[in-house]
């Protein structure tokens, strides 16, 4: 709300207010100076320059003095429940991977921390990721049968070697998510993901040498599958969303003072075949749109296609203008799902019970998050090829009940999702991200009104 600074759709949060003044013309203002606490030291042309290599999506090796470190391992096989791909596709399998030393990982999504991938890698590999979940992502990640791994808290800061380190930054939104500082002797790399940037690391470190960031819009996907936004109104939702990143981009290098931007984070793409016309509305930027952004800025663009580095110079694939063509994208999707075995990576389990789905929501009662939905009513619609099953689910002020009901029933929200994709979240304490992310659920509301404790639940049903 400008008047008062509270924020309209999550209680008790605003914005911090101070004191002004205004004398002859001029404002006056006292703010709180942090002093950063992460050691300054100029960048100069003898620095030595990390190797960056992108190897997908937002999968990066950064080596340096013959240390290799790899963040958000994605390299074999779809995301988000067999939904989406790697595009430009990585030039490497895992098993093709030299030595490993380290691996970072920022958050649970698929596209970040994929079982498949991680199956293959050394399970002696030291394995870093962020706390804030009480250790699940860190259990997950001994499931698997890692056997060194370290939780970091926010602002700690761990050392790789003498002089290679990383610091945990958490999200500043209410989804978790965290952000690397990883420093190189003296050159550092702070890699946003597709988090956005907490504003909070300049009071710990004010310049940066590399951003590392998404150049596109949202990978949600809001609002493409939300049947009661019309299309013009879709693309202009797009649209304005790809701007805000872009925006985005410009003023965190500015802030940052940064020497280098490497847009990365968006190598993706849906190629389940009954999801193509998805595809095919997705408004996203380029990496072009990035460098005609910052063509007269002080930062330089690291244009790094998927199997490219950089260490001060360019290795480039070969034929990489290819990618950008509509036609050779579509063909390849269409060839790569069938050569998957089509529909291999696609969760096939359709036997969930009722009693099954009554009891997962249920289970919601009494928690903070549902209290803090209030009310609010859902027409959950769960499909399957020969059957489908309506319920009703109901919050109210921190008590979840939901029954079957008819097709008409009256909601704040309809929600329809594919009985397999639907076992598949709740069989595995997933997020309902990867239900999402993926396009597998489709969504219709009467009111704009953004129920954010409601979708709180849905990022992490753990938490209710």
Not at 14 to 39: Q, T
Not at 255 to 266: F, M, Q
């Amino acid at each position: 709300n400008p008047d008062d600074g509270n924020c309209m759709n999550v209680p008790k949060k605003h914005l911090h207010s101070y004191p002004i003044a205004i004398e002859k013309n001029h404002l006056y203002v006292d703010l709180p100076i942090h002093s950063p606490d992460l050691e300054q030291k100029k960048h100069d042309q003898n620095t030595i320059l990390p190797k960056i290599t992108v190897i997908s999506n937002a999968c990066l090796l950064i080596e340096w003095k013959n240390f290799r470190l790899l963040t958000d391992p994605w390299i074999d096989g779809p995301c988000f429940l067999g939904e989406c791909i790697q595009y430009p596709p990585p030039k490497i399998t895992t098993n093709e991977l030299e030595q490993i030393d380290a691996i970072w990982i920022s958050h649970e999504h698929s596209d970040h921390f994929h079982e498949k991938t991680l199956s293959k890698i050394d399970k002696k590999t030291p394995v870093i990721i962020p706390d804030y979940d009480d250790h699940r992502l860190e259990n997950k990640i001994k499931k698997l049968g890692f056997v060194n791994t370290k939780s970091i808290k926010n602002s700690q800061t761990i050392f790789l070697t003498d002089d290679f380190s990383i610091t945990s930054f958490f999200s500043a939104s209410i989804w978790n998510d965290s952000i690397q500082l990883i420093q190189t002797g003296d050159f550092k790399i702070l890699n946003l993901n597709d988090t956005g940037f907490n504003w909070k690391i300049l009071d710990h470190v004010p310049k940066i040498n590399l951003i590392c960031a998404q150049f596109s819009g949202p990978g949600s996907s809001f609002p493409i599958v939300w049947d009661n936004i019309k299309d013009e109104q879709k693309k202009q939702i797009m649209k304005e969303q790809n701007i805000g990143v872009l925006k985005s981009l410009k003023q965190v290098a500015e802030l940052t003072k940064s020497d280098y931007l490497l847009p990365y984070a968006n190598f993706l793409e849906i190629y389940y075949p009954e999801h193509h016309d998805y595809m095919l509305s997705k408004e996203a930027n380029s990496i072009n749109d990035v460098i005609k952004l910052f063509r007269n800025s002080n930062t330089q663009i690291l244009d790094l296609l998927p199997g490219e580095s950089w260490d001060g110079n360019f290795y480039r694939i070969e034929n990489r203008e290819k990618y950008s063509d509509l036609d050779y994208k579509q063909d390849y999707l269409k060839k790569k799902f069938l050569n998957d075995s089509q529909y291999d990576h696609i969760p096939q389990n359709h036997s969930l019970t009722d009693s099954e789905i009554i009891n997962y929501f249920e289970n919601f009662s009494g928690s903070y998050l549902s209290s803090q939905v209030q009310e609010y009513d859902i027409h959950l619609k769960i499909t399957s090829k020969c059957d489908e099953k309506n319920f009703l689910i109901s919050f109210n002020n921190g008590n979840v009940k939901i029954k079957k009901t008819d097709l008409n029933c009256k909601s704040n929200m309809f929600w329809e999702c594919p009985q397999n994709i639907f076992q598949e979240v709740i069989s595995n304490d997933l997020s309902w991200d990867e239900a999402l992310l993926g396009y597998w659920c489709k969504f219709f509301r009467d009111s704009p009104n953004y129920n954010v404790y409601l979708w709180k639940i849905f990022h992490a049903p753990w938490k209710a």
